[in-house]
């Protein structure tokens, strides 16, 4: 039995990227491992969200997370601010987090160039407050997307330098994990990068059926194969690696076989992708609905999870206070 721990930050609504680079691991997970899944307020502070935002946010992610199927009487489901002893086990780590390594993380690097005018000092922690997320409870293992393997790396990195530090074996060292071999990334539906909260080219798990074939019939692509057997352009190729996760592999294999014959219509294939969106991610899109509306049952499960969640991490901070060296007079 694994420990699992799984998180999203409260910025905005779930797209497919979030769900099949995070979600669809864990529910598989949750039913044998000892998992937990969380909302990361904290981190999602650091573009400074208005207040009514902020609340608005944690509630819509947890809605959409729980729609997902994750099952809240099987695995911890809590909010971030909720368990205090994060933020304690945050300050210890930071003392052994240099600040070089923090300013190299390219994830820094991007969000200084992105909001130029509140490069915050949270920003620049992001990565060791992720690491006291998962290792608070001593994770194995942590089901991420491609762009999270840096500050992975990063939280087994700090596990080791506390065991090497104390001279203890005491955090494991987390793997990031998917069910292929390879982490994911899910492609925009812009013809280059990721797909992203705030980069207007995401399809949403609370997206409306017409909403999902909007978008998908309005993706980028390109002129069409010139010559037979020619490689997809990226644009395309990304409608393949969506294709990938979401159709049939003879869905896939006859669109791949109709490009390299030249012979491919752009509009049947983005038909065809987003009917097959739809018949996995629409009936989240209506559980969304309904959850988001049951402000008792919310309630409950973050009670609940804030209790399970920090029974787990006070032991812990007991623990590395002790190992440190703070002792009780
Ligand atoms: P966040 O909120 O940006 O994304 C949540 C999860 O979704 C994955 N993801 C993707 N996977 C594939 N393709 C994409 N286009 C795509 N976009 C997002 C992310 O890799 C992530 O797994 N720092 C984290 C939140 C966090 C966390 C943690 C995660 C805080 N503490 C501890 C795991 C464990 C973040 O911003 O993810």
Redesign the pocket.
């Known amino acids: 039995m694994e420990t699992v721990?799984?998180?999203?930050?409260s910025?905005g609504n779930l797209?497919?990227?979030?769900y099949?680079?995070?979600?669809k691991n864990f529910l598989k997970m949750q039913y044998e491992n000892n998992c937990y899944f969380?909302i990361?307020d904290y981190?999602s502070l650091t573009t400074h969200p208005k207040p009514a935002d902020l609340h608005a946010n944690i509630k819509q992610v947890l809605a959409e997370y729980l729609a997902c199927g994750i099952d809240p009487d099987v695995a911890t489901v809590f909010i971030?601010s909720d368990v205090p002893e994060v933020t304690e086990l945050y300050l210890l780590l930071n003392m052994n987090a240099y600040v070089g390594e923090l300013e190299r993380t390219t994830?820094f690097k991007e969000k200084i160039r992105k909001q130029p005018d509140n490069i915050n000092a949270g920003l620049l922690t992001?990565p060791v407050?992720?690491a006291a997320?998962?290792i608070i409870h001593k994770a194995n293992k942590?089901?991420?997307?491609?762009?999270?393997a840096q500050?992975l790396e990063m939280t087994r990195r700090f596990a080791r330098r506390f065991n090497t530090m104390y001279g203890v074996e005491y955090f494991p060292e987390p793997d990031a994990y998917n069910f292929g071999k390879k982490?994911?990334?899910?492609?925009?539906l812009d013809g280059t990068g990721?797909?992203?909260?705030s980069e207007g080219n995401g399809v949403f798990l609370a997206d409306t059926p017409a909403e999902i074939r909007k978008k998908v019939m309005r993706a980028v692509t390109d002129t069409g194969p010139q010559t037979p057997g020619e490689k997809p352009s990226e644009p395309v190729h990304n409608l393949f690696t969506i294709m990938n996760v979401v159709s049939d592999p003879s869905t896939v294999k006859y669109f791949k076989e109709q490009h390299a014959s030249c012979q491919i219509r752009y509009g049947d294939m983005k038909k065809q992708l987003a009917e097959d969106i739809i018949r996995i991610i629409g009936p989240v899109g209506e559980r969304i609905k309904e959850i988001v509306a049951d402000n008792k049952y919310l309630a409950r499960v973050v009670s609940e999870g804030a209790e399970k969640a920090r029974a787990s991490a006070s032991l812990t901070i007991r623990e590395v206070k002790e190992i440190i060296g703070y002792r009780p007079f």
């Not at 797209?15 to 979030?18: D, K, R, S, V």
């Not at 990721?194 to 909260?197: C, D, L, S, T």
Request: aromatic share 8%; net charge positive.
């Open positions: 721990v799984s998180g999203i930050r910025t797209h497919l990227g979030n099949f680079g995070a979600v969380f990361a981190h971030q994830s992001y407050l992720m997320d998962i942590v089901p991420v997307g491609q762009d999270q500050h982490l994911i990334k899910i492609p925009g990721k797909m992203g909260k």
